[in-house]
């Protein structure tokens, strides 16, 4: 078996192995030991996964675990079905965890092995969510991450924020996965089946019913609860906001994203068939949250001062296009939608190191108490960077962000959805060009009274520095900067390969035709790919994408001009605006009550509305 | 109207339409006492005669989908890393631990006579696993119940002393190793990734089973290990409330 499909167990199993054997001996290693292992077991991860990718080009891997393959069209054990689709994200996530293990060699004064442990752990957890095909075993491996990122979360336990983060955190996402079983349990009920081939081909043909509509909503309350899409996602300020930032990068660079595309997974094998008489009431749902997300992670992004918070609402509204892209039901959204995780990832992991580093070497990670401090020797890099990831959010031609979303948004040819990914581009990425002028050009005034500003503990989940001493030594600046620059460098070049719009199009093709991966799964014989409908030839963006594109580069620039000097307009003007921006951030206020108060009500309406339209 | 009032008085209708979607949803289930699932009755009619043990639960958590116990394994190691993670950090170090020997000897005795009673019962539990219902994680458990009675019945400091945290640690990670070394050893005997690639013995005896004693071994060592290591994080968070009497005290 010396084939491609022996690399899938051992993506998950190498790390895990690592982890384990870390734990054993840990005290019998010298200190050093632990981050060279760890850092080689996710340079494996990496290395299979992009392997994985290449051998899974023409026709998917599916592999089942003991040898137990289906017998008369029943699993029988669990299977994952690699496709290159989920083969890029495990991919993704490796790249990310050895960034951010490379960051953390500097970036902890003293970290022990279990650390490593845990990063490793939530390595193997996302790995195994983005390929496996068994709903169950997605429950597994989303438990495995959970569990290991509340550790982490909570990793500076002593300062009392983290302890309040970590645990709104902990307890909105163990809802959320509980929400999930629930729907698993309901699926598991009707069907008698966990694999999701399975499941798609026992519901085909069948009226859905009670069970299968409720288990339906219940599953995507629970992915979008880890994604972070309004309302469900009022933990993902608060936990980004304590998470020691190698581990954000983790955050906000894959495990929040990856829920969306298992979401799309899962509706693909499991319920399109199900569903498919329904399939507008699906998409506006799904659209709704879409456009939520996006509006309100622009927006809190907007009036936050404070550096991870910012990328926290970014990655709401981000998440956000990407569920718009999945909401469209077609390949071509869904191709868009897997880019934006890519690029977004590699762009929002890049900015998460990119703050522990001014964290480290400015002594702050707000953007008003940083006020030009980064306008001194050795910012010109930090500044270009951070400069670099807001241009990326606000969708530049020709690069990643900007291809993925044309994707989405050529797709849709709506023009109201355009309009408002190019709002949402528009925030996201004037906030990071506001920043980046703000402390590194010293742009704008120092006292603002629409972003909020924390006097107190401004470095929450960091550890304590000795602020500048290492950041003279230049071994030390490259290890610190090395990571994000390569990540800025990876999200901007992605997307310049030829062909690449298309290739994720026909990846998303392979997921958007569940039949064919069905036969496949539960019989061993793979029917030809039918041909992609509405294709012509090679992808180039279309008007509205163009349209989307300018739109969002001038009203970026102009917000985060505006949002620099708004104070000088009048004092009515100002009175007006900051009304509803006391409203909206008092919704937002860590509460672990009233957000589950709104993860309730988000269930009930889904609930509701699916319950009338889908049956 | 405070927060609290107004957070429940939203709640009350919301609940009410939640809890009808999910009535919804379960009404339409299959009735009690309906035939089982085409993948139940497979495993009814044929596990014993591919896997050769007779308490068919364990074959599936170990073979069948032994690929979920690893994941279940290891997001219980994770538990207990987070655990050690967040507790050690938080904690400030005493020094001197209190002295608190059981006070009552009915305690004392009856919980000596446990000691050895409950980890029995836990080994049994376990290598019984695959024949009769029990297996690595309920035996588990019960072996690290025994631990807790060293603290019941004797000091916090015998069970610290009689359970040291190198080897359990060292234990606890060996037992998760040795689940996926397991699998890969079926990897490298040319077989799928935790597939039972040893002989499968003969139905209802020990020595029956191949890889599925094997992983259930692993687990149980994990598992117990895992307990004695959380109880000695909670019971260290929990001693440092004890009040530590002073040299002075206890001359008189």
Redesign the interface.
Known sequence: ?ADAS?L???TV?VP??T?????????WIPRRGPDLAALAAAVAVTVMSVALVVATRDTPIV??????HP?RG?????DFVVEPAGASLAALSGVIAVASLVFSWRYFEEV?H??H??VL?LL?GMV?FSLSG?L??IF??L??MS??A???C?????QSGVVQGALTFAVLNTIGTLTLLMGIA?VY?????LNLAQIGESLHGHPP???V???F?LITAGLLVKAGAVPFHFWLADAYTVVPAPVGALFAGVMSDLAYHTFARVYWDGFSDALAAHRDAVRDALLVLAVASILVGAVMALLEAELKRQVAFATVANGGLVLAGIALLTPRGLGGATMLVVVDGLLKAALFLLIAAIIQWLDGGDELLLHGRGRRRGGVLPGVLLAACGLGFALVPPFGPFLGTALAVDAAGRPWLTAVAACGAAATGAVFLRAAARIFLGWGPREDPAITREPTESREGEPEFQPNDDWKRVGHRIIMLAPPTVLVIAGYVLSLVPGVADWFTSVAHGITTPHRTAEYVLSGHLPPLPPLPHSHGHYAPGGSAWACAAGSLIGSVLLAAASLWWQRLGRVVRRVLLVPVAALKSVHDG?V??YT?WF??G???L??VW?LTLR | MS??RL?LL??VP??A??AG??M???????SFGSP?????A??LKHEVGQRHVTNIPSAIVF??????T???E??L???V??????L???REDTGERPRDKAASAAVRHAGAFLVPVVLLLGIWTVSYGYLTPGGGFQGGLICSGAALFLWIAGSYRLHRGLTPT?LV??A???G??AY??T??AA?AA???????FLPSGTVGSLLSGGTIALLNWATGLEVAAAGVLIFHEFLEEYIQTVPNPSPRQEER
């Open positions: 078996m022996t899938v167990p051992l199993a895990l192995i982890a384990a054997l870390l734990a054993a001996v840990s005290r592999y089942w675990f003991g040898g137990w017998v029943v699993a029988l054990g669990i022990g279990l650390y442990t845990l752990t193997a195994g068994d169950f075993n597994v491996w438990e495995l569990v290991a509340y550790a982490l909570g990793y500076q336990i002593h309901l009920g009707r069907t008698g089946a019913g009670g069970p509509i409720v288990a909503t509460a009550g009233d108060l309730a009500t269930v009930a309406a609930g509701a319950t | 927060r609290r957070r939203l709640f919301v609940a339409v939640l979607v999910l919804w949803g379960l009404v339409g289930l299959p089982p699932h085409a993948y139940a497979y495993l073979d069948y989908r032994g690929w979920d690893l994941g279940e290891l997001i190691f994770t538990s890393m987070g655990t050690a993670l967040l050690r950090r938080g190198p640690d060292a606890e990670g060996s998760a190793a996926i070394a699998g890969l990897l040319g077989q799928a990734f935790l597939a039972g």
